[in-house]
């Protein structure tokens, strides 16, 4: 019989301070969207200890301040050693995001490598 899943579990690092998104200033107030693209992003699942793989894009249309590549590339490889749902990663990236960048509207989403047979596509999205 397998473990079940618990709240220790559903919770795990969603709280861990992880490096700061850095900005600067955006020139321009019109709306334009940008694309970044992570095809490498890993982090670890809190139940097994195994890594999750998978493809991460974030489009937002910026608003005072665009996000710096540099620390969003340290902010997204900090998750490779951190125990944490692929659900909750996806969430956890919107709201840093949201927090550091205050952008006009954002999409994140996640998509994973095939694991038991399923794949699974995670978006989310400022505003609800």
């Given amino acids: 019989m397998s473990k079940k899943y618990t709240k220790t579990h559903a919770q795990s690092g969603t709280k861990i301070k992880l490096p700061p998104i850095e900005t600067w200033d955006n020139q ?5 969207e940008i694309t970044i693209d992570i095809p490498e992003f890993t982090s670890i699942c809190p139940r097994t ?4 793989f998978g493809k991460v894009a974030i489009k ?3 608003n005072k301040v665009c996000a710096e590549l540099k ?3 340290y902010y997204m490889l900090s998750y490779r050693q951190l ?3 692929y659900e ?4 956890r990236i919107l709201d840093d995001f ?5 952008p006009k509207s ?8 095939t694991r038991g047979g399923m794949n699974c596509t995670i978006s989310v999205r400022f505003p609800h």
């Fill in 28 to 32: 321009y107030r019109r709306n334009y």
């Fill in 49 to 52: 200890g195994l890594p999750d």
């Fill in 60 to 62: 937002y249309i910026p």
């Fill in 71 to 73: 620390s969003l590339k």
């Fill in 83 to 85: 125990g944490i749902f």
């Fill in 88 to 91: 909750n990663a996806m969430n």
């Fill in 98 to 102: 949201v927090k550091c960048i205050k």
């Fill in 106 to 113: 954002v999409t994140i989403t996640g998509q994973f490598n």
